[in-house]
């Protein structure tokens, strides 16, 4: 996939993931079922921190890319091909610990936590604008869980932990639904 739709995907897991949240009160944004649970706040607190990291990370691997600085990760490309769907289902236990970077820490409003992760959107799009001449694939980021990962699959990733969030939250708003 082009970098351009990936972009795309994320831009509109991310829609998809605030329009969710947006149809919830502040006090069923903070709602949760049990203390292991994550609210709605927390999901999107969670998704803004991981996010962030994973931007700031593929930028970081850029500039030391064009700086002539030895890449980060240097080993075998054990995923080179797969899709994220493919390198999660590899990689992951079905309830992961988040590493506590990315952990919600914070609390606060859902309207901020939602500003806060929409405001994402811009510097990927000109990450992927930096990444235009670049060949992406051949730029390793590698994630904390699942290892190595090219900056195209971290695009994936990021789509596909936006919609992930997004199913949790809405398992939320069914139970509040009952």
């Given at each position: 996939m082009a970098l351009e739709e990936l972009l795309q995907s994320v831009g509109t897991a991310r829609n998809r993931y605030i329009h969710c949240v947006q149809q919830l009160t502040e006090e069923q944004a903070h709602w949760k079922p049990d203390p292991e649970t994550w609210s709605a706040v927390e999901n999107?607190?969670?998704?803004?921190?991981?996010?962030?990291?994973?931007?700031?990370g593929m930028w970081k691997i850029l500039q030391a890319k064009r700086d002539g600085k030895p890449p980060v990760y240097a080993g075998e490309l054990i995923h080179r091909g797969l899709s994220i769907e493919e390198i999660i289902a590899r990689t992951w236990q079905p309830k992961e610990k988040?590493?506590?970077?990315?952990?919600?820490?914070?609390?606060?409003?859902?309207?901020?936590?939602?500003?806060?992760?929409?405001?994402?959107?811009?510097?990927?799009?000109?990450?992927?604008q930096e990444l235009a001449d670049e060949d992406f694939e051949a730029i390793i980021h590698?994630?904390?869980?699942?290892?190595?990962?090219?900056?195209?699959?971290?695009?994936?990733f990021l789509r596909f932990h936006i919609d992930r969030h997004r199913n949790q939250v809405t398992n939320l708003q069914t139970m509040l639904a009952v």
């Open positions: 999107t607190e969670h998704l803004y921190w991981a996010e962030h990291g994973g931007i700031w988040v590493p506590p970077i990315a952990a919600p820490r914070m609390g606060g409003s859902v309207a901020f936590w939602l500003a806060a992760l929409e405001s994402l959107q811009q510097p990927l799009t000109q990450l992927s590698p994630h904390p869980i699942s290892g190595p990962l090219d900056i195209g699959q971290r695009f994936e």
